[in-house]
């Protein structure tokens, strides 16, 4: 059974950071794209990174290039998100999932609130 457990969300100032981390178990967490998406209050949920099984190739959403990085560990099955000079409109619930992948399907995790405020 796959869980993807997220942590390391909370309340934290403007210009401010946080990390948070994405354990993944129940399958080779090595083999796939992961991803971190969020949603904020009354808007759609968006892609905000992503990185490949070995951590060599990454993207981030243009919103948050340059504050944002993904980074993964495979010996701990754990993907992270660090988020440095936070801003306001950063504050959403922040998703780690696992896409559709041609032998397996995709999961969520449960999210973890970010709040960015003063």
């Known amino acids: 059974q796959v869980h993807l457990v997220e942590s390391g969300g909370g309340l934290v100032q403007p210009g401010g950071s946080l990390r948070l981390s994405c354990t993944a178990s129940?399958?080779?967490?090595?083999?796939?794209?992961m991803t971190w998406y969020r949603q904020a209050p009354g808007k759609e949920r968006e892609l905000v990174a992503t990185?490949?099984?070995?951590?060599?190739?990454?993207t981030i959403v243009d919103s948050v290039k340059g504050r944002f990085t993904i980074a993964r560990d495979n010996a701990k099955n754990t993907v992270y998100l660090q988020m440095n000079s936070l801003k306001p409109e950063d504050t959403a619930v922040y998703y780690c999932?696992?896409?559709?992948?041609?032998?397996?399907?995709?999961?969520w995790g449960q999210g973890t609130q970010v709040t960015v405020s003063s």
């Open positions: 990185i490949d099984g070995t951590g060599g190739i990454t």
């Open positions: 129940g399958f080779t967490f090595s083999n796939y794209i």
């Open positions: 999932r696992k896409p559709v992948a041609i032998d397996s399907p995709g999961y």
